[in-house]
């Protein structure tokens, strides 16, 4: 005999809603919802004091004139990030970069603080926190892949840094460069290596 389907009071309903009431408070203070709800909570506050409360420490860098001219090595060293205005000028590929803006990646105590002031083509290409100890390093020796791992650097570092100039190989002399010049942007020694290769 097939039996009629129950049908619940509205006392029966009235039971178990208390009961579902608790169960959801008990999901509630589950520990590892507390947990989660923490987490969450910390971390849209960041979100929020970054977007909202004091600048980070490098949005606090001064803005520092632009410098427009080639360098000795010699004249790359003095910008390591040790002096009072705290630029930091970083070689790649026989460009110099301003990268004060990555301070803390360049400057003093930073991981790469090798970098500052130096030739960093070769550390780069190799993989190594290391600068070059050499006058001028013309990377003659490097690989293939070295070369080309070098070049992605100094893409990377056109895009997020302002050019200053070349480095200068012994005895050669710097480019005057005036106000109304276009920033040089030729990669008239990359391109001459390519030749080369092919």
């Known amino acids: ?65 632009k410098i427009r001219k080639d360098m000795t090595v010699a004249e ?25 803006r990555g301070r803390r990646f360049y400057g003093p ?14 550390g780069l290409a190799t993989f190594s926190v290391t600068s070059s100890d050499k006058e001028y390093d013309d990377l003659s020796d490097l690989n293939s892949m070295e070369m080309d791992s070098v070049k992605e650097w100094e893409a990377q570092f056109r895009e997020k840094y302002d050019l200053v100039g070349k480095l200068l190989k012994p005895g050669e002399e710097p480019t005057n460069y005036s106000d109304e010049e276009p920033e040089e942007t030729d990669n008239s020694t990359s391109n001459q290596e390519d030749k080369k290769e092919q």
Do not use: C, H
């Open 1 to 65: 005999m097939a039996s009629a389907p129950e049908t619940k009071s509205a006392d029966s309903i009235e039971a178990e809603s208390p009961e579902s009431d608790s169960s959801i408070f008990n999901e509630i203070l589950n520990p590892v919802n507390l947990v989660l709800t923490l987490i969450i909570v910390a971390l849209v506050y960041k979100i929020l004091r970054s977007r909202f409360g004091k600048p980070s420490a490098e949005q606090q860098v001064p803005e520092l004139p």
């Open 109 to 122: 105590g930073g991981p790469y603080a090798a970098f500052g002031g130096k030739d960093a083509s070769r």
């Open 76 to 100: 790359l060293r003095q910008f390591d990030g040790t002096q009072p205005d705290g630029r930091v000028l970083v070689a790649v590929n026989g460009w110099i970069f301003d990268a004060t």
